[in-house]
């Protein structure tokens, strides 16, 4: 059973900053494929960016590729997402999802995970 924390959320307005934290319990942390989610009110999840388990690669939805940095340090058993010139369409809760490896993995798909944290909130306003 992994268990996942975020932190860092807040309020902030558009052009701001923020870093978001989610530190996973376990000893299985290195060998989880790691993500990033959003999601609005009245909206689905989606992905935002999804890390292998070195964090080698990194993927990015669309919306946030060249505004967002998703990076892990495997050593504290935790991710991060930096993120830069903040606009309020970004405002949602952010969730952080762990995926055991060895399987199929989509890096911005829900469906691909199997842990999730309990979320933590972001607002942007002009």
């Known amino acids: 059973q992994v268990q996942l924390v975020e932190s860092g959320g807040g309020s902030v307005q558009a052009g701001g900053s923020l870093t978001l934290s989610c530190t996973a319990s376990?000893?299985?942390?290195?060998?989880?494929?790691m993500g990033w989610f959003r999601q609005a009110p009245g909206t689905e999840r989606e992905g935002v960016a999804g890390?292998?388990?070195?964090?080698?690669?990194?993927y990015y939805a669309e919306p946030v590729k060249g505004r967002f940095t998703a990076s892990r340090d495997n050593a504290k058993n935790t991710i991060y997402l930096q993120m830069d010139s903040l606009k309020p369409e970004d405002t949602a809760m952010y969730f952080c999802?762990?995926?055991?490896?060895?399987?199929?993995?989509?890096?911005?798909?829900?469906?691909?995970?199997?842990?999730w944290g309990q979320g933590t909130q972001v607002t942007v306003s002009l």
């Open positions: 999802a762990a995926a055991a490896s060895g399987g199929r993995w989509y890096p911005l798909y829900p469906s691909s995970y199997n842990y």
């Open positions: 890390l292998s388990t070195g964090g080698g690669r990194v």
């Open positions: 376990g000893n299985t942390f290195a060998e989880n494929y």
